[in-house]
């Protein structure tokens, strides 16, 4: 027997079995127990371009996960051509929204919307008639408690607990980049490029075409008795769920590459003109009676070959040359559903599906497009991270590049976070080249005409031939100029980007204190699924502004009403005595009015937008000294300093 206490053990009992069972269950992955009347937990809705990801507040992942053909929240409104044509494709929207969020609710979550609140992770760029489209759905059809329209950027921060940063969110329609300070965002620095998700997928739908191969079915093959040699990928294989399959399972990002697409088109432009002077000097030996028909098919053949390069073609067979160079990936065969009119011959089966052979290339090359530079319209997405850190004033900058989160669908390709990282940072420590200053003609003219006219002026007046000077040759040294860089003032910066979600930091290249403390020191979740954590997190701490559905709907009916007096002011003044069934009031809506098409939208004045509200002040101004006191910024006798801020 020991002489020293010991803790009594415990046997697990039945209790903590049924625990272990619960968490091991696939539908709840929590030991939180959801009420099919609560209201604590609520509902948090990521509606993205193409994903939407719904859940309950207060879990680290969401519920489920489901693919959208087409997202209702995308609305243009520039693609109607008249006003009955915008309203047509408004109420069509309408319903499939209606549609889906009734499926979150009744298929998805199983619960009662009547007794849930719900969060929604709104995109900055979110236009209001989508945001009041929703909440008039969840509020009219569905009959939720209250909305909270939250910003994903804002609880992508909140998700890897910072309250400043960076936030890169590469979805699928567009990229966005917003500077957070101490939970504000910045939104006079916000920048947005359209390379993402859909200029990946048309770029690798344009590759694929151009440069894959397709094996038709071995029943087609074995039955037409003929070679299964490797032919051109018809345009009807590579559907939309194909070309998602192939982003998502098979392609990812490889390193950086030293060599630029210019240096490949120049070495191509330099192989045709020489091609195009051998075939000309050719022709001209053979026939020398042809001379002036030799002249116009060597200029025929220049022109094409300098068109060539501007054709979509040409630039994509230029690209794989510069891939193929940079690259190291193996081949990758995909069985595809064949065509319809070889799906037919072929019938049912394994044998009756087509082969698609993807190069390895392409597979590690395809994101390239993400990070090429663009136009002045289209930049690239290193640009448009330093075009906003050079907006963002200069006492933020450091802390800010220093805290990066990179966000969205796209950002879960394979090695993207790392180029991305890699990227930026040769951008910021590679300058511009010196352009060579060109010479001033006139000056040259003056010169010339100057040693000329002189020198016959003095030999006409002077009886006696003067000894000529030998010219001295003195070549004028090329003058360099500094070049234009637009991101100088950001140069330094360069040692402290930093990456908080970096799944693979290289501390050893890092020479800042602040980057080797930041870079991948965010939690481990998927970059696709940090804004909802984001508002899972929010929910669970019940913070974020609510609107409740009695608020709107007294905002919905006092602006309705308010629009209806405003008519009728109008028709009062342009009435006539004769017109008195015109003058008499209208009577108050029962119910929620319907919006009409020449109406604007009444809850535009209730939803929350940060493009008609002013922007936070910042901390209140400090109290300026009283009348008598020691000035500010003065020594004291007694050898302390009083601090003042005069208002």
Not at 615 to 622: E, R, T, V
Request: glycine share 6%.
């Amino acid at each position: 027997m020991s002489a020293y206490p010991t803790t009594p053990t415990r046997t697990p009992s039945a209790s903590t079995h049924r625990a272990e069972l619960l968490q091991n269950s696939p539908h709840y992955t929590t030991t939180r127990k959801h009420s099919l009347y609560g209201i604590e937990d609520r509902i948090v809705l990521d509606p993205g371009s193409r994903i939407w990801k719904v859940g309950f507040s207060g879990e680290g992942r969401p519920r489920d996960v489901f693919y959208v053909t087409s997202s209702a929240l995308a609305i243009d409104v520039g693609k109607g051509k008249s006003a009955v044509e915008r309203a047509e494709m408004d109420r069509v929207a309408e319903q499939e929204l209606q549609e889906k969020l009734r499926s979150v609710f009744f298929d998805y979550l199983l619960t009662d919307p009547k007794t849930r609140k719900v969060i929604v992770i709104e995109h900055p760029l979110l236009s209001l008639s989508a945001k009041d489209m929703m909440a008039r759905i969840l509020f009219q059809n569905l009959q939720v408690l209250s909305v909270s329209f939250m910003s994903s950027h804002i609880l992508s921060l909140l998700a890897v607990g910072r309250m400043t940063g960076l936030v890169i969110d590469c979805g699928h329609s567009e990229t966005t980049a917003l500077p957070i300070y101490s939970s504000r965002p910045l939104f006079a620095c916000l920048k947005s490029t359209p390379y993402a998700g859909s200029r990946l997928t048309s770029h690798l739908r344009s590759l694929l075409l151009l440069f894959a191969s397709y094996n038709p079915p071995p029943a087609i093959v074995r039955a037409a008795a003929m070679p299964g040699n490797n032919s051109r990928v018809p345009e009807e294989i590579l559907t939309e769920a194909l070309l998602e399959q192939i982003k998502t399972k098979i392609c990812f990002v490889g390193n950086k590459m030293e060599e630029s697409l210019s240096q490949i088109q120049e070495t191509l432009q330099a192989d045709d003109n020489m091609s195009v002077d051998d075939s000309a000097s050719v022709a001209e030996s053979e026939t020398q009676s042809q001379s002036t028909s030799v002249a116009g098919a060597s200029a025929s053949l220049h022109s094409a070959a300098s068109a060539s390069h501007t054709h979509p073609e040409s630039h994509l067979r230029a690209l794989s040359t510069l891939y193929q160079r940079h690259s190291s990936a193996s081949d990758i065969r995909l069985k595809v559903v064949p065509p319809a009119a070889q799906a037919v011959a072929a019938g049912s089966g394994a044998s009756a599906r087509g082969t698609l052979i993807i190069p390895g290339w392409i597979r590690e090359r395809a994101a390239e497009v993400l990070f090429d530079g663009g136009d002045v319209d289209e930049k690239s997405i290193v640009e448009v991270i330093l075009d906003v850190l050079v907006k963002i004033p200069m006492d933020l900058r450091k802390e800010l590049v220093s805290s990066i989160v990179v966000t969205g669908g796209t950002t879960m390709l394979p090695g993207f976070i790392p180029r991305l990282q890699a990227e930026l940072v040769k951008a910021l420590s590679t300058h511009p080249p010196p352009t060579p200053s060109r010479p001033n003609p006139m000056s040259r003219k003056r010169t010339r005409s100057f040693t000329e006219e002189d020198e016959e002026d003095v030999r006409a007046s002077t009886p006696t031939p003067a000894p000529k000077r030998p010219a001295r040759a003195t070549p004028s040294p090329t003058k360099t100029r500094p070049p234009y860089d637009p991101f100088l003032c950001i140069r330094s910066l360069a040692p402290h980007v930093a990456i908080l979600n970096n799944p693979s930091p290289n501390h050893t290249s890092m020479t800042s204190g602040i980057a080797r403390a930041n870079a991948g020191k965010a939690p481990a979740f998927a970059p696709a699924l940090i804004p909802w954590v984001g508002g899972s997190l929010a929910g669970s701490l019940k913070i974020g502004e609510e609107i409740t559905r009695e608020k709107w709907e007294e905002a919905y009916l006092n602006e309705h009403e308010h629009q209806l007096e405003q008519q009728l002011e109008l028709v009062e003044q342009q009435a006539t005595p004769m017109d008195e069934d015109i003058l008499t009031p209208p009577r108050r809506p029962a119910a929620i009015p319907t919006t009409d098409s020449g109406m604007r939208p009444p809850a535009f004045t209730f939803i929350p937008d940060w493009t008609r509200t002013p922007l936070a002040s910042g901390a209140p101004p400090a109290v300026g000294p009283a009348a008598g006191s020691v000035p500010p910024n003065v020594m004291s006798p007694g050898g302390g300093q009083t601090v003042g801020i005069s208002v």
